[in-house]
Every structure is written in structure tokens, then in C-alpha cells.
């Protein structure tokens, strides 16, 4: 592959690719996402990386994003090159050298943006993981975040990227979030490329995250509540069985007429207990809002599914999703064996599990993200 990445010649003018590296990759990374103008392509080939000059600098802030931060030498551009020596020397720049083995796909093309014999990428989402657990190692270091708070927020990266929706590029923690859009990948593909990262510090963590990580999710909160119901018990997790996640249902056949949806895409679900779980976090006065929460409660019942509802108030604090964990296991425990609610008292009273419950909401939830449009599929 690193035979691949040098400048060549198309034509009679240089064509330049630029390829942006760690926090200002995964701005763009997000940017592309929220934008319906701004498209994400795998790279069918490696980027071609000549040497970025100063001279180039005007043309490359000039292709991005008009909110794209303020670029200067206090606060210089995140690149990647692939070889010492192509590696710019350039005070607005600092350049990430990438000399290990790369998987297929490990850059993203982002089409839309304006730029003459300029192509710009972003890292792909094995590498976008990898650099954020290498960058979570600083505070770790410097005690202003715990090993534990890195790990979590190191997942709530991985459920985005593997997701339908995606943070705010500026302000991710607090920022509106955008739904409805596509995966990134799934996690197979995620555990699958970080196999075949090597020589980049952070991937080890980062194949940590992917392998525990629940792909599909539609919010932050659904990815919280994923985690509460999958992680290991040390991690604040709880031993329930495996769920479907935001994955239609077939109706029994001798109900049609009686439903009001042909279909339903639950949040959650268990289809050996016929148990669903929804998580709405808006509240609904309006009487629209009111009826259509009536029908969809009845569609579940007339198919013989018990249906569980959580609002925002069910994860607001270790407790609170202690309740909830409780009563979902009440309704999946007439289908587990003998002890089984006594396993998951055993995991919610596990000494420090509720700790990491509390860490897990406060690196999940973003106090302004709220879920109206992520509300479970129907029609």
C-alpha cells in the first residue's frame, strides 16, 4: 500500500489528496455525516499524498467547511502523511506520520466539498477509533479522566460510528445530534479492520471497544441503554439475554386488520420472551402524539408482546436505570431459568457497578440530546 501513496501526475496539473488526521478528521468525519450535501466514499485506492506546502494551505481551508475552525500556528491543521520525508514542516500544520500496515478502506472520501485538483479524506472508522484511544491516553495520564470514563467514552464513539445518528462536529458532548443516518459500518466490519491495524498506539482499546460494542442504535440513549443491557457486570452491565436491535417485526398472519401498522421496529427486543422496549425521551402531550402511543401499545399486545417504555427520567441517574434494569428483567424472567433475577441483582449490587452505571450516563448523554426523531420505526 505505502508504494501507492506518492504524488503523481494526471494530465498536466499535480492533483493533490489531503487527508485530514485525528480531531480535525473526525470533525469532518461528523460534518459529512450531518450534511446532505457532503458525501462519504471508501477509498477505492490509497490517497495520493504529495508533500502539503504552504503555498497549498490557502486552497485546502479554502475546499472546507466555511465553520471549519480558524487554522493558524497556534492552532495548526491535523494531517496524515505516509512516509518521514513527505511529512510537512509547515508551522500551521502538524502532520501525523502513518507508517504501519493500513486495512481496505481506511480513509473516507468526502465528496461535496469545493476544491480544484483537490481531493480531501478523513480517517475511516478503524483508524478514527484507534487515534481517539491513543488521544484519550493524555487526559488519562494528566488525571482528568478515568481509565474507565476514557473507556466509555471510547464506546460512545464506536456505537456513533456504528449508528444512525451522529454528534455535533463542534461541540459533540453538548450539541444537537443528526438522525436517520447511515452506519458507517457495522461492528463486524469495525472488529475486522482493527485486526489488521498495526503499528498505531491506541488499538489495542480500540479493539476493546469494538468488541463489545451494539451496532444499530438510533441515539445516544439507545446506545446507553444497549450497554446497561450487554456489557460485563465490572463495566456496570447486566446478564440479559441477547435482544434484536431496531429490527422490524413480522406480525403473526391470523391478526391482519386488527393492527394499525403493518410493521414495528422496536428499540429492543427478545423474541423468545416477546418482550419489547422502547426509549422515547420526548414527552407527548399533543393528542396526535397521545393516540399514536395508544396504537402502538395495542399492536403489540393484539401480536402477544409485552411492551416496556423508557423516557429520559429512566436514565437519569445509577438508580434510576437500577429501576429499569429491574423491571425488564421481570418481564424476561418467566422465559430464563431458576436465578436468573437473582443474577441480575447480583450484577446491579456488584460493588462499583453503580459507579460505572453513573460514568457510562455522564460520557453517553449529551444533556441537550434528545430523542424526538429517533423514535421507534412504524408504519
Request: some cysteine.
Amino acid at each position: 500500500m505505502q508504494s501507492t501513496l506518492s504524488a503523481q501526475i494526471r494530465g498536466e496539473e499535480d492533483l493533490m489528496d489531503v487527508v485530514l488526521a485525528g480531531t480535525d478528521s473526525l470533525w469532518l468525519l461528523r460534518k459529512a455525516r450531518s450534511e446532505k450535501d457532503l458525501e462519504l466514499v471508501a477509498a477505492d485506492e490509497a490517497p495520493l499524498a504529495p508533500t502539503v506546502r504552504a503555498s497549498n494551505l490557502p486552497a485546502i481551508v479554502g475546499a472546507l467547511p466555511q465553520d471549519f475552525r480558524v487554522i493558524g500556528p497556534q492552532t495548526p491543521l491535523e494531517l496524515a502523511s505516509f512516509s518521514r520525508e513527505a511529512r510537512p514542516c509547515i508551522g500551521s500544520v502538524r502532520a501525523r506520520t502513518i507508517l504501519g500496515n493500513l486495512p481496505p478502506g481506511a480513509f473516507l472520501r468526502v465528496n461535496g466539498l469545493s476544491g480544484k485538483d483537490l481531493r480531501i479524506f478523513v480517517e475511516g472508522t478503524a483508524l478514527t477509533l484507534t487515534h481517539m484511544a491513543a488521544r484519550l491516553a493524555q487526559p488519562i495520564k494528566e488525571k482528568a479522566l478515568t481509565e474507565q470514563a476514557a473507556f466509555f467514552r471510547l464506546m460512545s464513539l464506536a456505537s456513533e460510528l456504528c449508528g444512525t445518528y451522529g454528534r455535533d462536529p463542534t461541540n459533540p458532548a453538548r450539541g444537537d445530534c443528526a438522525w436517520g443516518v447511515d452506519p458507517l459500518c457495522t461492528a463486524l466490519e469495525l472488529k475486522q479492520s482493527l485486526a489488521e491495524v498495526s503499528g498505531a498506539r491506541g488499538v489495542r482499546q480500540a479493539r476493546r471497544a469494538a468488541g463489545l460494542v451494539t451496532p444499530g442504535s438510533a441515539s445516544p440513549a439507545e446506545s446507553l441503554l444497549a450497554m446497561a443491557m450487554s456489557l460485563p457486570a465490572s463495566l456496570g452491565g447486566v446478564p440479559f439475554p441477547a435482544f434484536q436491535h431496531n429490527k422490524a417485526l413480522s406480525w403473526p398472519q391470523d391478526i391482519n386488520g386488527l393492527t394499525k401498522h403493518r410493521t414495528m421496529t422496536p428499540d429492543f427486543y427478545w423474541p423468545q420472551h416477546s418482550v419489547a422496549l422502547e426509549y422515547d425521551g420526548a414527552r407527548h402531550a399533543e393528542e396526535d402524539r397521545v393516540w399514536e402511543d395508544h396504537r402502538r401499545q395495542q399492536d403489540y399486545t393484539t401480536c402477544g408482546i409485552s411492551l416496556l417504555c423508557a423516557q429520559a427520567e429512566d436514565l437519569k441517574s445509577a438508580g434510576a436505570i437500577e429501576r429499569l434494569m429491574r423491571i425488564v428483567a421481570l418481564q424476561l424472567a418467566t422465559q430464563e431459568k431458576a436465578g436468573f433475577l437473582q443474577e441480575v441483582e447480583a450484577a446491579l449490587l456488584k460493588p462499583g457497578s453503580s459507579a460505572a452505571r453513573a460514568t457510562l450516563i455522564s460520557q453517553l448523554l449529551p444533556p441537550n440530546c434528545s430523542k424526538t426523531e429517533g423514535e421507534s420505526q412504524h408504519s
